[in-house]
């Protein structure tokens, strides 16, 4: 059902036109109905109706005057033009509009039924192109295999946020979870085929051997297949083609770092003997490191291309480790920029809940690498500074974050271990976010108030607009009207004729003014509008409201 707005100045053929036309048979629903441009515009905002019937020719604001006022606010808005201006004139201006459709006047119901028809195929056309849903789903559904291979492929190409690889992950359907993480790169060895004919005692390619076959990709989709018969029935593992290798991938529960990669070290071998057994091929695995959160797979990736190098020494057909022949050389753990952005971000406009995740991220590296008690000092500071600079770009004081007398770096010195540094440096952001939030508020608040008090000082002239407060207040106009909407429970134009209305009123009671003076008073240029708005308000004419019809 769409919602259709009707504005005409005559009310015979206002009230006609809702009453002989059986609207809601046709689809749509007569939302309202206005007597002049402006009252339809204060109407349009109210319901936003997809079709507007608009005569030409109206009191305070014309039909065309309307026409570009729903096209700068309601772009998408059909607008039906009922008309007896024909001229060549008016023709431009609508065309200059983008009108949709007009009838000329007299029109007979029938003639406004098949332009409003003719404008609802337009509707119906544009909503289904919009919301076919199904088809989208459809194509959304078919993709989810190249997005989940796009998705691994990422993980062990850069470096990604836990955000990112949670929301992708669970739009994908694969959830990585686990305490420890494991890359390893599965690679198909070469087979020179003159020296395997000799070997195998044969003059010519056996007819349909994979593994005598020219088409290496098709050899790498058959060591997939095993790949991901064993990772099916073992939990914990994913197998996928990245370049021209198969990769594995390792979630596991073990917070141990070595039954972790005991357990992929096993599975590769798994691998590793039935592709040999069922294919006749051989290959080599390299097994990266194993880190603790999916962020850092990249560098395991990494490590598990280094142990392939190593197939050069020490033969191939067999799976390596890099943990086996390399001794690992722990870089220093860097407060690097990434992670220095993702606290930035969350104490500013985050939750609790992020907040934590942040911080385990941050500290559980410092469990894993070998540093010095210097380093990991250093590394503490360097969060604490980014907190503290945060604190001074909002103007929160350092003792009311840390407390009177305290020398905040001064305080790593005092926790005995790194979980209760963790502790005091989560309590100390938790305490920023909400001075900081609160302080958003308290801007929120002042600004409101801040136009509440222009508004009552310049409600008088009749040219104050909300770009003129906007102007005032140095901000957008789009920022000001939610902000405003949202403390006040009305718009800025509503609060505006609040105003003026209750002026009007005390002038009434306290006052011999004529009307049209209160009017030009209270901010109205013209005063039959003041009238109509007055009476629309309170339902009374001001005379009458004057007389004492209206009450104390």
Same mark, same amino acid.
């Given at each position: 059902?769409?919602?259709?707005?009707?504005?005409?100045?005559?009310?015979?053929?206002?009230?006609?036109?809702?009453?002989?036309?059986?609207?809601?048979?046709?689809?749509?629903?007569?939302?309202?109905?206005?007597?002049?441009?402006?009252?339809?515009?204060?109407?349009?905002?109210?319901?936003?109706?997809?079709?507007?019937?608009?005569?030409?020719?109206?009191?305070?604001?014309?039909?065309?005057?309307?026409?570009?006022?729903?096209?700068?606010?309601?772009?998408?808005?059909?607008?039906?033009?009922?008309?007896?201006?024909?001229?060549?004139?008016?023709?431009?201006?609508?065309?200059?509009?983008?009108?949709?459709?007009?009838v000329l006047k007299p029109?007979?119901?029938?003639?406004?039924?098949?332009?409003?028809?003719?404008?609802?195929?337009?509707?119906?056309a544009e909503m289904s192109e919009k919301e076919n849903v199904q088809v989208l789903m459809d194509h959304y559904r078919k993709s989810i295999p190249v997005l989940r291979e796009l998705f691994l492929s990422q993980l062990v190409s850069r470096r990604m946020s836990s955000e990112e690889i949670r929301e992708k992950g669970s739009s994908?359907?694969?959830?990585?979870?686990?305490?420890?993480?494991?890359?390893?790169?599965?690679?198909?060895?070469?087979?020179?085929?003159?020296?395997?004919l000799q070997k195998d005692n044969v003059?010519?390619?056996?007819?349909?051997?994979?593994?005598?076959?020219?088409?290496?990709?098709?050899?790498?989709?058959?060591?997939?297949?095993?790949?991901?018969e064993i990772c099916q029935r073992i939990e914990g593992f994913k197998v996928f083609i990245h370049l021209e290798d198969c990769v594995l991938l390792s979630a596991l529960p073990e917070q141990e770092q070595s039954s972790a990669a005991q357990r992929t070290l096993a599975v590769l071998e798994e691998i590793r003997m039935n592709v040999h057994k069922y294919l006749k091929l051989t290959l080599t695995a390299g097994a990266g490191t194993v880190c603790v959160?999916?962020?850092?797979?990249?560098?395991?990736? *990494?490590?598990?291309?280094? +142990?392939?190098? !190593?197939?050069?020494?020490?033969?191939? @057909?067999?799976? /390596?480790? %890099?943990?086996d022949v390399e001794s690992e050389h722990y870089e220093s753990l860097s407060f690097d920029e990434m992670k220095e952005q993702s606290l930035i971000r969350c104490i500013k406009v985050g939750t609790q809940e992020e907040l934590d995740e942040i911080l385990a991220n941050l500290?559980?590296?410092?469990?894993?690498?070998?540093?010095?008690?210097?380093?990991?000092?250093?590394?503490?500071?360097?969060?604490?500074?980014?907190?503290?600079?945060?604190?001074?770009?909002?103007?929160?004081?350092?003792?009311?974050?840390?407390?009177?007398?305290?020398?905040?770096?001064?305080?790593?010195?005092?926790?005995?271990?790194?979980?209760?540094?963790?502790?005091?440096?989560?309590?100390?952001?938790?305490?920023?976010?909400?001075?900081?939030?609160?302080?958003?508020?308290?801007?929120?608040? *002042?600004?409101?108030?801040? +136009?509440?008090? !222009?508004?009552?000082?310049?409600?008088? @002239?009749?040219? /104050?607009? %909300?770009?003129?407060?906007?102007k005032h207040l140095h901000i957008s106009t789009g920022y000001f009207s939610s902000i405003f909407k949202k403390e006040v429970k009305m718009t800025f134009v509503n609060y505006l004729m609040h105003i003026r209305m209750e002026a009007a009123k005390e002038s009434l009671r306290s006052t011999d003014q004529k009307t049209f003076e209160i009017a030009e008073a209270v901010g109205f240029s013209d005063p039959n509008y003041f009238s109509f708005c007055f009476r629309k308000k309170f339902g009374i004419s001001p005379k009458e409201y004057r007389n004492g019809a209206g009450g104390a």
């Amino acid at each position: 059902m769409y919602k259709l707005l009707l504005v005409e100045d005559e009310e015979d053929v206002r009230d006609g036109l809702v009453e002989e036309i059986d609207w809601v048979s046709y689809g749509f629903q007569v939302v309202d109905t206005a007597e002049n441009g402006r009252e339809a515009a204060e109407l349009i905002d109210k319901h936003i109706p997809d079709v507007v019937v608009t005569d030409i020719q109206m009191p305070f604001m014309d039909g065309l005057q309307l026409a570009g006022w729903i096209r700068e606010h309601y772009p998408t808005t059909k607008i039906i033009i009922l008309t007896g201006f024909d001229e060549f004139e008016y023709a431009q201006k609508a065309i200059k509009l983008q009108i949709d459709e007009y009838v000329l006047k007299p029109f007979s119901s029938q003639e406004l039924i098949e332009v409003v028809l003719k404008v609802k195929q337009q509707m119906d056309a544009e909503m289904s192109e919009k919301e076919n849903v199904q088809v989208l789903m459809d194509h959304y559904r078919k993709s989810i295999p190249v997005l989940r291979e796009l998705f691994l492929s990422q993980l062990v190409s850069r470096r990604m946020s836990s955000e990112e690889i949670r929301e992708k992950g669970s739009s994908y359907g694969m959830e990585l979870a686990g305490h420890s993480f494991m890359a390893s790169v599965i690679r198909i060895d070469y087979v020179h085929n003159h020296l395997e004919l000799q070997k195998d005692n044969v003059k010519t390619f056996p007819s349909g051997s994979l593994k005598y076959s020219e088409d290496r990709y098709l050899q790498l989709f058959a060591v997939l297949n095993i790949a991901e018969e064993i990772c099916q029935r073992i939990e914990g593992f994913k197998v996928f083609i990245h370049l021209e290798d198969c990769v594995l991938l390792s979630a596991l529960p073990e917070q141990e770092q070595s039954s972790a990669a005991q357990r992929t070290l096993a599975v590769l071998e798994e691998i590793r003997m039935n592709v040999h057994k069922y294919l006749k091929l051989t290959l080599t695995a390299g097994a990266g490191t194993v880190c603790v959160w999916p962020g850092e797979i990249h560098q395991s990736y *990494q490590k598990a291309m280094q +142990a392939l190098d !190593y197939r050069l020494i020490l033969g191939n @057909d067999r799976v /390596i480790w %890099i943990g086996d022949v390399e001794s690992e050389h722990y870089e220093s753990l860097s407060f690097d920029e990434m992670k220095e952005q993702s606290l930035i971000r969350c104490i500013k406009v985050g939750t609790q809940e992020e907040l934590d995740e942040i911080l385990a991220n941050l500290f559980t590296g410092l469990h894993m690498t070998q540093l010095s008690v210097q380093e990991c000092q250093v590394y503490l500071m360097e969060i604490l500074t980014c907190v503290m600079k945060i604190a001074k770009e909002f103007s929160v004081e350092m003792e009311e974050l840390f407390g009177a007398g305290t020398y905040p770096f001064a305080e790593i010195y005092k926790y005995n271990n790194l979980q209760e540094v963790r502790q005091w440096m989560g309590a100390i952001c938790l305490k920023l976010m909400i001075s900081i939030a609160q302080g958003r508020q308290t801007g929120y608040n *002042q600004l409101v108030e801040n +136009a509440k008090e !222009y508004i009552r000082l310049h409600y008088q @002239d009749s040219d /104050i607009s %909300i770009n003129k407060v906007c102007k005032h207040l140095h901000i957008s106009t789009g920022y000001f009207s939610s902000i405003f909407k949202k403390e006040v429970k009305m718009t800025f134009v509503n609060y505006l004729m609040h105003i003026r209305m209750e002026a009007a009123k005390e002038s009434l009671r306290s006052t011999d003014q004529k009307t049209f003076e209160i009017a030009e008073a209270v901010g109205f240029s013209d005063p039959n509008y003041f009238s109509f708005c007055f009476r629309k308000k309170f339902g009374i004419s001001p005379k009458e409201y004057r007389n004492g019809a209206g009450g104390a």
